[in-house]
């Protein structure tokens, strides 16, 4: 039941597409721009894909661009769905399946959050080495298809040591700063209580967000290889003095914009090329 949803949007897209990527990318509050930077596309708005739920947050425009990115086809979800805008699991989700079936391989997810590490800034990058799902769901529960995944995946390597390899390198050669981390996903739309902060760093945590988990937990247990990256748009609550807000996200995505366009340029580049060698 639930896999002839996925084909009947996937139809939907291929229908509209004549390429066929191999990399999925999911972009972040105020990191839709990135999208200036492709050639060749085809824009999708969501709401006209079949049982795709819609966007509703500032900053995320919702719809598919699926075109040339440094010259590797490339799908990108400009705009991503959150579990606070009511949206079940397995409707944030969803775009995940979409993109296994499409024959994505790779998927780059990226996001906005507060920075916890002490050696964290305002405006730093942040490369996601592992999670904690603090969201008290998770998008596998209930019946499981065997032909997706397995009924209890491993999560030893959601954020793919190979691909993060690949970032690391691609950082260093455009000599562009990039922290690392386990980012904590909280279920928002409230920013965290200082005590909670707090929480998440004795947990372990270094960054914390509302997104990313979900689609990460769905793309591992389907085989793809994520690469995460957070944009560390502020210092969590109780670490900065000043008051959260949604624009003081939307400011610093704005402020790191050429970095981060050039830096997922290059990683585009180099995992395309990757791809290419291994069919
Ligand atoms: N907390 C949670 N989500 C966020 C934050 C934060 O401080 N900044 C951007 N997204």
């Given amino acids: 039941m639930e896999s002839t949803l996925y084909k009947e949007a ?12 191999k990399i999925g990318l999911i972009l972040g509050s105020g990191l839709g721009v990135l999208t200036d930077e492709m050639t060749d596309c ?20 919702g719809e598919w661009v699926i075109g040339k990115l440094s010259g590797i086809d490339i799908a990108v979800m400009k705009g991503r769905f959150h579990f606070y805008e009511g949206h079940h699991q397995k409707q944030v989700t969803f775009p995940v399946r979409v993109m296994k079936y ?4 790779n998927l780059i997810v990226t996001n906005a959050a507060g920075g916890i590490h002490p050696n964290f800034s305002a405006g730093d990058f942040m490369l996601i080495t592992d999670h904690l799902n603090l969201m008290g769901t ?18 030893s390597e959601v954020y793919s040591l190979q691909l993060r390899m690949i970032a690391k390198r691609a950082a260093q050669d455009l000599q562009i700063p990039l922290q690392e981390g386990v980012y904590a996903a909280m279920v928002g739309p409230v920013y965290e209580t200082p005590a909670e902060v707090r929480m998440i760093a004795t947990l372990g945590g270094d960054a914390v967000g509302m997104s990313t988990v979900p689609e990460a937990i769905v793309a591992n247990h389907s085989g793809l290889s994520v690469l995460g990256l957070s944009v560390i748009s502020n210092l969590a609550a109780g670490i900065q003095k000043e008051k959260l807000s949604h624009q003081e ?10 970095n981060f366009i050039q830096l997922i340029k290059k990683i585009v580049f180099e995992i ?8």
Avoid: C, W
């Fill in 10 to 21: 996937v139809q939907f897209i291929q229908e509209k597409i004549t390429i066929k990527p």
């Fill in 42 to 61: 085809v824009t999708i708005p969501y709401e006209t894909v079949p049982h795709f739920p819609r966007a509703t947050v500032e900053g995320h425009a």
């Fill in 102 to 105: 499409l024959g994505i391989r």
């Fill in 138 to 155: 998770n998008p596998l529960i209930g019946p499981n298809d065997d032909r997706l995944g397995p009924r209890f995946p491993d999560m």
């Fill in 249 to 258: 996200v939307m400011e610093t995505a704005k402020q790191v914009r050429s």
């Fill in 272 to 279: 395309g090329e990757k791809t290419d060698e291994n069919g």
